[in-house]
């Protein structure tokens, strides 16, 4: 199971042309990914067959949240269900680098709610690499069983999935299938072989990006456009194949 980041429509496009398996929708994917606009999240539905899972967070920076920001947290969260999101990818800490479980089951119950008054599926809820700053990964991994996500995307506290894979193989084995433990984080159809085989995990997250436009210095638009390489992408679907 391939689940490819994108940040913008054409990715979106590429990623599921190439052979991607799942969709994590965001913007500004250069910050580490914004919430992305509904509008994006209708485009995508509309032009890709595959799960849109879509990220939640309302700014650049850290995890832990003011109050006026978990306002903003949960309106963004109600409007990309209404807008079609297949699964919501979130992720809210204390300032003691612990799970925020009251504002987790606060999203949950909202989720659920919606959900019901919509009479439609509820959908996938994942926790994100704010996963990988909780000093204790067992229990928060524990606790989010509990709270019933059914997804974990971690690099397994480490910068990259290669240097955290002892971490993630023990997490996939703890899980005992309780929950799926994606890696995710510098993986490419060089490594992918390796951490597949090692970590036993069966699901990996990826951006298979490119460099596709970057102004010069002297421009006001001095941004570099990144994109999914849908080479990349075939690449590491043959190479998981492989294992």
Same mark, same amino acid.
């Given at each position: 199971?391939?689940?490819?980041?994108?940040?913008? /429509?054409?990715?979106?496009? +590429?990623?599921?042309?190439?052979?991607?398996?799942?969709?994590? *929708?965001?913007? #500004? /994917?250069?910050?580490?990914?914004?919430?992305?606009?509904? #509008?994006?999240?209708?485009?995508?539905?509309?032009?890709?067959? *595959?799960?849109?899972?879509?990220?939640?967070?309302?700014?650049?920076?850290?995890?832990?949240?003011?109050?006026?920001?978990?306002? %903003?947290?949960?309106?963004?969260?109600?409007?990309?269900?209404?807008? @079609?999101?297949?699964?919501?990818?979130?992720?809210?800490?204390?300032?003691?680098? $612990? /799970?925020?479980?009251?504002?987790?089951?606060?999203?949950?119950? %909202?989720?659920?709610?919606?959900?019901?008054?919509?009479?439609?599926?509820?959908?996938?809820? !994942?926790?994100?690499?704010?996963?990988?700053? !909780?000093?204790?990964?067992?229990?928060? =991994?524990?606790? %989010?069983?509990?709270? @019933?996500? &059914?997804?974990?995307? &971690?690099?397994?506290?480490?910068?990259?999935? &290669?240097?955290?894979?002892?971490?993630?193989?023990?997490?996939?084995? /703890?899980?005992?299938?309780?929950?799926?433990? =994606?890696? @995710? @984080?510098?993986?490419?159809?060089?490594?992918?072989?390796? %951490?597949?085989?090692?970590?036993?995990?069966?699901?990996?997250?990826?951006?298979?990006? &490119?460099?596709?436009?970057?102004?010069? $210095?002297? +421009?006001?638009?001095?941004?570099? *456009?990144? +994109? !999914?390489?849908?080479?990349?992408?075939?690449?590491?679907?043959? $190479?998981?194949?492989?294992?």
């Amino acid at each position: 199971m391939l689940e490819i980041c994108t940040a913008h /429509l054409q990715s979106v496009i +590429s990623a599921t042309k190439a052979g991607a398996d799942r969709i994590e *929708l965001c913007t #500004a /994917l250069p910050v580490g990914g914004i919430t992305p606009t509904t #509008a994006l999240i209708k485009a995508a539905k509309s032009y890709s067959h *595959l799960p849109i899972m879509v990220l939640i967070r309302p700014r650049e920076g850290d995890f832990v949240y003011s109050d006026n920001e978990k306002q %903003l947290y949960l309106s963004e969260i109600e409007a990309c269900v209404d807008a @079609g999101a297949d699964g919501i990818v979130l992720g809210a800490l204390t300032i003691s680098y $612990a /799970l925020d479980i009251t504002f987790l089951k606060e999203i949950i119950a %909202l989720i659920d709610r919606k959900t019901t008054e919509m009479n439609k599926p509820r959908p996938e809820i !994942v926790f994100h690499r704010a996963f990988d700053y !909780v000093e204790s990964p067992f229990d928060a =991994m524990e606790i %989010l069983i509990a709270c @019933g996500f &059914t997804r974990i995307l &971690t690099s397994g506290q480490k910068p990259t999935a &290669t240097e955290g894979k002892h971490l993630l193989k023990r997490l996939v084995e /703890l899980a005992e299938n309780r929950i799926t433990i =994606m890696p @995710g @984080g510098g993986i490419n159809s060089q490594n992918i072989n390796e %951490l597949k085989s090692f970590t036993g995990a069966k699901e990996f997250h990826l951006s298979a990006k &490119t460099k596709t436009c970057s102004t010069p $210095a002297t +421009s006001a638009f001095n941004v570099d *456009l990144f +994109s !999914v390489d849908p080479e990349e992408v075939k690449a590491v679907k043959h $190479a998981s194949y492989m294992v």
